[in-house]
């Protein structure tokens, strides 16, 4: 590169300070340079401003007044950053030196790239990979997100399986480059989501318009995971299960999108009676108002989408569909018992 783009970290915080104690030493170290690190706080109640600015005078703080949830929160402060590149990170996610390089090169080597994310490692066991994210996000027929080295609840250890970079579906939000001008183009997160799947939603809008989201294995960084909504949170469940219908929704042709609805309808029920006989009654509730919520929001909102919508119809190239599990994941998964994505019949990945 001759001259190298201006990239910004972007970290969101909420009530977070334990984590930016124990994290930001290591963003303050990366070799970027011209380095902008950015704190984005929704609202929060405890010292992490005060933290930030007592201890780290150089960092550019902007605050939202209310917790606008992830989607927002971003949404906001992204409007009031100028980069070439936005690099959105978790408040519980370790880098080391040169964890950026790798990825703006790889994204700097292609135009039609839009996004990508580093392979996320485990904080807590660094030699397996990390829930949200690990070697590059996929999809499958039915809208049930996965990803290399982590298939639902299974993950794997890392041996270097997964160490070639290239195109996939979705990269995660943990940790995630987009250049600025896809970013403004495809209109920042759907606030709608609130939290959970918005970033699979954002890179599902950019594959749309015939762009490229990559996973660059050059670069690692280790994820916490969990330190907003823990996997026990009847919340999450919610959130999850309404945002996969919405994900569909949007961004599926009307017809195979009410097709494909109907059937998750019946794949969530079976969902919820699982949850119920293993006596999370919480979570067979959230799923249950997931369904509602996602019925009665096909009314509401609907401006702002649809209007962005046309703007995706006008600048559509070609539809970029890699990174699409032509088959179902969940029939792979719980019937023919593949628990690796090398396992998967790969005539159809």
């Known amino acids: 590169m001759i001259s190298a783009p201006k990239v910004a970290v972007v970290i969101l915080n909420w009530n977070g300070i334990k984590y930016l104690k124990q994290f930001l030493p290591s963003v303050m170290a990366s070799t970027w340079p011209g380095l902008d690190v950015v704190l984005g706080d929704n609202a929060s109640t405890d010292d992490s401003v005060a933290f930030v600015k007592e201890n780290y005078p150089t960092i550019k703080i902007i605050q939202n007044n209310e917790n606008y949830g992830f989607t927002g929160g971003y949404n906001r402060v992204l409007a009031q950053v100028d980069a070439d590149y936005y690099i ?121 318009m015939g762009y490229k989201v990559m996973y660059c294995a050059e670069s690692t960084v280790y994820h916490v995971g969990g330190g907003t909504l823990n996997t026990e949170n009847p919340f999450k469940t919610y959130l999850n299960f309404r945002n996969n219908l919405l994900l569909l929704k949007k961004n599926l042709p009307f017809r195979r999108a009410f ?40 009314f509401k909102a609907k401006g702002k989408r649809q209007k962005a919508k046309g703007l995706y119809n006008s600048q559509l ?23 690796k994505f090398t396992d998967l019949p790969q005539e159809l990945v």
């Open 88 to 208: 959105l990170l978790n408040s519980d996610v370790e880098v080391v030196p040169g964890w950026i390089e790798p990825v703006i090169s790889l994204m700097e080597s292609d135009e039609k790239i839009a996004a990508a994310a580093p392979k996320l490692l485990a904080f807590a066991n660094k030699d397996t990979f990390e829930h949200a994210g690990a070697a590059g996000g996929f999809i499958d027929a039915y809208g049930y997100p996965f990803c290399r080295g982590r298939m639902f609840y299974e993950v794997e250890k890392d041996h270097g399986q997964y160490q070639q970079s290239g195109e996939v579906f979705w990269a995660s939000g943990a940790s995630l480059f987009i250049k600025k001008k896809y970013w403004d183009l495809a209109g920042g997160f759907d606030e709608y989501f609130f939290a959970h799947m918005e970033e699979i939603d954002l890179c599902w809008r950019l594959k749309n």
């Open 259 to 298: 097709w494909v609805i109907s059937i998750r309808f019946l794949m969530d029920l079976l969902a919820l009676i699982r949850f119920m006989m293993e006596g999370k009654r919480k979570d067979a509730w959230a799923v249950s108002r997931a369904h509602q919520a996602f019925v009665l929001g096909l």
């Open 317 to 339: 190239i070609t539809h970029n569909s890699k990174g699409t599990f032509q088959g179902s994941i969940v029939w792979q998964f719980f019937v023919k018992k593949k628990r």
